[in-house]
């Protein structure tokens, strides 16, 4: 790893407000965790099952593998790719409205309990305690997050992915319609709360 790169990475890490955005960034996971875990306790397998009219039209397609893959490809272009390389002083910032969704999303999920509307992506990264909860989603919401948080042909990148994936989860039963559109209204929520509040996180210019 070249010298630039090194002092890039020891500008971030040693940046008080990443710090900051990675406790966010922790809060959230343990916030998602505890609400997942809380649902199961609290409702067991127990969960109703409700209409959906899209899913209820569309044909269905044991797709996991792909719907999961997307917004993990998602992730790793934004911040590996486009942040690193594009947007370097502004990753805290970046991180900290990601970690402000999932928070949002956690608790939503514990305000309506409802089941997958199939047997959810349990197997993914052997990550089964994340199944419970669906409101909104996590995978759509991200993207989306992505777009609104890019430039130039980037965010025709994030777009095209946020639509791929929402269709990828409809047909392949993994949310049901609303938890993909009401994602977009909680990312740009958060968006929208992070360009007034919080625009100021990024990491301090050095002379």
Request: proline fraction near 5%; charged fraction near 15%.
């Amino acid at each position: 790893m070249s010298g630039m790169h090194m002092k890039k990475l020891r500008d971030l890490f040693g940046s008080r407000h990443f710090c900051i955005a990675l406790l966010a960034v922790m809060a959230a996971i343990f916030t998602n965790l505890f609400a997942s875990l809380f649902i199961w306790w609290k409702y067991g397998e127990d969960l109703p099952v409700v209409p959906d009219l899209l899913l209820d039209v569309l044909p269905f397609f044991e797709i996991a593998w792909l719907y999961n893959c997307v917004p993990v490809l998602g992730f790793l272009v934004f911040f590996v790719v486009y942040a690193y390389n594009k947007a370097f002083p502004r990753i805290p910032y970046f991180l900290l409205l990601v970690g402000l969704f999932y928070i949002a999303r956690g608790i939503a999920i514990v305000l309506t309990p409802i089941a997958y509307p199939n047997e959810p992506f349990t197997d993914f990264f052997l990550i089964k305690v994340f199944r419970f909860g669906v409101n909104p989603s996590g995978h759509s919401g991200s993207l989306f997050l992505f777009f609104l948080l890019s430039g130039g042909n980037y965010k025709k990148v994030f777009l095209a992915m946020t639509v791929l994936d929402g269709v990828l989860m409809l047909l392949g039963a993994a949310h049901y319609s609303i938890d993909i559109f009401a994602s977009f209204f909680f990312s740009y929520s958060v968006y929208s709360l992070g360009e007034k509040h919080f625009s100021y996180f990024r990491l301090a210019q050095r002379t």
